[in-house]
């Protein structure tokens, strides 16, 4: 069966790349071994933020006193909202599904074998069927990075370790969990399982969280964290597990936390292996398939987008760089630019981000100012939350009068992110943003109080 394009992985990359492909007019094959929607839709983004709505809704019956609305009997029934986020899960697989119909893309659910490149195409076998794809867009996404510390494998065995797919359906709530790894999946699910009742550690290598993330937010984020009853041992190296223990080493002194959970949460690499890349000579960079800025790879006809290519690892990227690689197929040239993807943490409270940070705008050499404004100068931030604490940190390049950075922490910034993201964008200066009537009251009013101090 001979195809125009051959789409590996139904991911948001591989399912939105085979929609437009489909709906542009191109017969298209799509190859999912496991179900469509990938890691986004099965086991990242959709449930981890089901999962934390709830806790958040859990927060407001627990601080609700503070708004004056006090619930004495909260019950927070997590078969339920296990359950809750299967359906939630369910409906968008279905909906993906109807869309690939609707725009006449095949599916295929099995493992693709890349096997050879012939006159007609590309060879891919699935079981037993043999097709041939014009061209073919790879998306195999990523996956959890295991380390190889003494006790992982065996906790693995025994469910005593978790990555994010596990600890997402886990029927008891753990007494004690312990999250190797401070990054965005290990602050998500720590902050989830703090707000649901477990006592939660995280051990981080480096000297703070949220890696890439602004300084300032990223003290702010892991004091609020603390205040929450969250612990955490920076600059800290697990060196081996028990089946009860987390053993860790900190300025040279061993040190030990007693746990019922282990969630190894140290970072994804992106599976370019078992189905033969190396059949037709795809080139890989540290592990990533190597793209240029049009979604091709090394070899003519073949298109990497999304996680695998190792670049930003978030699925509105993966969506983009789809998009991307489907126009550069039609013919209509297309570019990926970086600059301006948002950065969200959907935790109680939310970080959003985008853009330079102070670290690297000093590096690039940048002539930048800074200004940061409590979030409290916003009306509406200060009716809706009484802490008080969140920021907005805003980075301008002096020369071209324009932003090229901000830095939030506080609800709701992941839906302000959005505009920020476009002025960034679309390169604004600074005198026309504000010459923008922003609606009041509404937190985003901080970005125009911010521009104005
Ligand atoms: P994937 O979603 O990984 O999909 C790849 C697909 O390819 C998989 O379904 C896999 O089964 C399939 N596949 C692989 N090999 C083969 C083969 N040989 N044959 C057939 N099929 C194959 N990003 C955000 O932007 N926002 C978030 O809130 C967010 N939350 C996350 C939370 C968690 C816990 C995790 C783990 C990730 C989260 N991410 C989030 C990241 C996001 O999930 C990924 O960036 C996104 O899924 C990447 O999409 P993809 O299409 O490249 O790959
Ligand atoms: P990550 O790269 O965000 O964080 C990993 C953390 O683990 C880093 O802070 C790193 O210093 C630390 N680490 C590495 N090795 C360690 C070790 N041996 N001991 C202790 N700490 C160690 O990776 P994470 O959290 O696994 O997430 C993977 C990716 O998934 C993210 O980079 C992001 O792209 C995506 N994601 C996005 C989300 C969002 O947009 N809200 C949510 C969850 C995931």
Redesign the pocket.
Known sequence: MLYDLIVIGGGPAGYLAAERAGHAGLKVLLIEKNKVGGVCLNE??IP??TLLHSAKVLDYAKYGGKYGVKCDAIEYDHKFVVARKNKVVNTLVSGIKMKLKMNKVTLVEGQAMILERTLEGFKVQVQEEIYIGKRMLIATG?T??I?P?PGVEAGMKKGFVLT?KEILDLEIIPKKLVV?????????MASYYNSIGSQVTV????SK???GTDHDISKLLMKHYEKKGIEFKLE???TRLTDTQVI?EADGVEHQVDCDKVLM????RPVTTGYGLENIGVELDRGAIKVDEQGRTNVVNIYAAG?VNGK????HTAYREAEVCVNNILGKKDVMRYHAIP????TNPEVATVGETEETAKEKGMDYSVTTLKMNYSGRYVAENDDGDGICKVLIDKKYNRLIGVHMIGNPSSEIIFGVSLMIETEMKIDDIKELVFPHPTVSEILRENIFS
């Open positions: 990242g983004c981890s933020k990523s959890s990075i380390p510390i994010n190797i790894g401070g990054g965005v999946i290990g602050l998500e051990i981080e290598m480096l969280i949220a890696g800290s190296k697990v860790y949460s140290i970072g994804r996680d930003s690892m978030l699925a950065n969200v943490i959907y």
